[in-house]
């Protein structure tokens, strides 16, 4: 057996049954029995466990698996931008120039469209004054910048980023203040310049946002922009960068920092599954039916992967090759060991060595014990 259109068959693993044990009709939903070879060891396959009953995978000769791989979940994640807006301490001592418009420029690409033509733009500006404090006058235009952001992006549907207001005073440590559209310069900036414990602000904060997703028609993106600065003019004859404009990237080892790969495992699901039959997918929509009840990803998840990458051929009139993968996947929280998993598929497929993509590196090939 060898399905013939469908280039990536995907199958959810709740359980792999190991020794005497098999899938019967009674076996819960992910169930996976294998590999199981044929009689003369020429050929591998799976019994599963699925929403509809049990099936069989494709059986894969053995001389036709190119490799084998383990994917971690943690090496799928992908980390989350801030974009950190400080003075440029090059410029006037890194302080403010009265009367200069200290403006920025938020380019987003793909906004609406697919195309990078489809292009949106956003500023931000505030005005420098000269009270004599430099310190002062250099909070009280960051906070008015930052004021001013959270004003021009409050009207759009989804928000690319956070912004906060960091420095000094109560509440503007750390990841510093929450600004929005409702934020008034007395709360990142105390007026009085000599008060003892006054409100500072010292940099800007954007912190992205994860965006809006939906099952297999809205793809999980990340915001496509950059940040740009227009120059001032110090002495009427110079035009200076006045910013520092940093981006740092989150630490993979924390997956609340990052954007798992649960929406992208459920995507893929929903897209193997209109493989066996287009209105699953909403190809005649609004006359197709929706299957989120037949369908076993929790996108909330991370999910761990071994794909087999494998081919076949027709003899005589179609000698051609046609290369697919079965994909393997499971909930970290499952318990399932897809990594032993993998090492047993290499070894019934006659492999010496499969990939190992985990701890953030590859570390493949890997011996098959």
């Given at each position: 057996m060898y399905?013939?259109?469908?280039?990536?068959?995907?199958?959810?693993?709740?359980?792999?049954?190991?020794?005497?044990?098999?899938?019967?009709?009674?076996?819960a939903a992910g169930t996976l029995e294998g590999p199981i070879t044929g009689l003369n060891g020429d050929y591998i396959y799976f019994k599963y466990a699925g929403k509809g009953g049990v099936m069989a995978t494709d059986r894969i000769k053995k001389c036709k698996v190119k490799w084998v791989s383990y994917t971690a979940a943690s090496v799928m994640r992908k980390p989350m931008k801030a974009i950190t807006i400080t003075l440029n301490a090059n410029v006037n001592s890194g302080n403010v120039v009265a009367g200069e418009d200290y403006i920025l420029s938020f380019d987003f690409k793909n906004y609406f469209g697919m195309s990078d033509e489809d292009q949106y733009f956003k500023q931000a500006a505030a005005r420098a004054f000269s009270s004599g404090n430099a310190a002062f006058d250099n909070s009280r235009m960051l906070a008015n910048l930052a004021i001013s952001l959270a004003k021009n992006m409050s009207r759009e549907v989804d928000q690319p980023f956070t912004i906060h207001a960091v420095g000094?005073?109560?509440?503007?440590?750390?990841?510093?203040?929450?600004?929005?559209?409702?934020?008034?310069?007395?709360?990142?900036?105390?007026s009085d310049p000599n008060a003892l414990t006054p409100l500072?602000?010292?940099?800007?904060?954007?912190?992205?946002?994860?965006?809006?997703?939906?099952?297999?028609?809205?793809?999980?993106?990340?915001?496509?922009?950059?940040?740009?600065?227009?120059?001032?003019?110090?002495?009427?004859?110079?035009?200076?960068?006045?910013?520092?404009?940093?981006?740092?990237?989150?630490?993979?080892?924390n997956a609340a920092d990052c954007i798992c790969n649960g929406k992208e495992t459920a995507d893929l699901e929903w897209f193997c599954m209109g493989e066996r039959g287009?209105?699953?997918?909403?190809?005649d929509w609004p006359l197709s039916i929706s299957t989120p009840a037949n369908l076993m990803v929790d996108p909330s998840k991370e999910y761990n992967y071994v794909i087999i990458h494998f081919w076949d051929d027709i003899d005589n009139e179609g000698p051609q090759k046609s290369e697919r993968d079965m994909t393997l996947v499971a909930a970290t929280d499952s318990g399932v060991g897809l990594k032993a998993l993998a090492a047993s598929i290499a070894q019934a497929g006659g492999l010496d060595t499969y990939i190992v993509r985990e701890g953030g590196v590859t570390d493949g090939p890997t011996p098959v014990e």
């Amino acid at each position: 057996m060898y399905s013939v259109n469908q280039v990536n068959q995907l199958y959810v693993i709740n359980e792999v049954l190991t020794g005497k044990d098999h899938v019967t009709s009674a076996s819960a939903a992910g169930t996976l029995e294998g590999p199981i070879t044929g009689l003369n060891g020429d050929y591998i396959y799976f019994k599963y466990a699925g929403k509809g009953g049990v099936m069989a995978t494709d059986r894969i000769k053995k001389c036709k698996v190119k490799w084998v791989s383990y994917t971690a979940a943690s090496v799928m994640r992908k980390p989350m931008k801030a974009i950190t807006i400080t003075l440029n301490a090059n410029v006037n001592s890194g302080n403010v120039v009265a009367g200069e418009d200290y403006i920025l420029s938020f380019d987003f690409k793909n906004y609406f469209g697919m195309s990078d033509e489809d292009q949106y733009f956003k500023q931000a500006a505030a005005r420098a004054f000269s009270s004599g404090n430099a310190a002062f006058d250099n909070s009280r235009m960051l906070a008015n910048l930052a004021i001013s952001l959270a004003k021009n992006m409050s009207r759009e549907v989804d928000q690319p980023f956070t912004i906060h207001a960091v420095g000094t005073g109560t509440g503007m440590t750390g990841p510093g203040k929450v600004v929005t559209r409702f934020t008034k310069e007395s709360d990142l900036h105390t007026s009085d310049p000599n008060a003892l414990t006054p409100l500072r602000t010292t940099s800007i904060i954007l912190f992205e946002n994860e965006q809006p997703w939906e099952l297999g028609r809205l793809k999980q993106t990340r915001p496509d922009f950059t940040v740009n600065q227009v120059p001032i003019t110090i002495s009427n004859i110079e035009y200076r960068d006045w910013a520092n404009i940093t981006v740092t990237l989150s630490s993979t080892s924390n997956a609340a920092d990052c954007i798992c790969n649960g929406k992208e495992t459920a995507d893929l699901e929903w897209f193997c599954m209109g493989e066996r039959g287009d209105q699953y997918r909403g190809k005649d929509w609004p006359l197709s039916i929706s299957t989120p009840a037949n369908l076993m990803v929790d996108p909330s998840k991370e999910y761990n992967y071994v794909i087999i990458h494998f081919w076949d051929d027709i003899d005589n009139e179609g000698p051609q090759k046609s290369e697919r993968d079965m994909t393997l996947v499971a909930a970290t929280d499952s318990g399932v060991g897809l990594k032993a998993l993998a090492a047993s598929i290499a070894q019934a497929g006659g492999l010496d060595t499969y990939i190992v993509r985990e701890g953030g590196v590859t570390d493949g090939p890997t011996p098959v014990e």
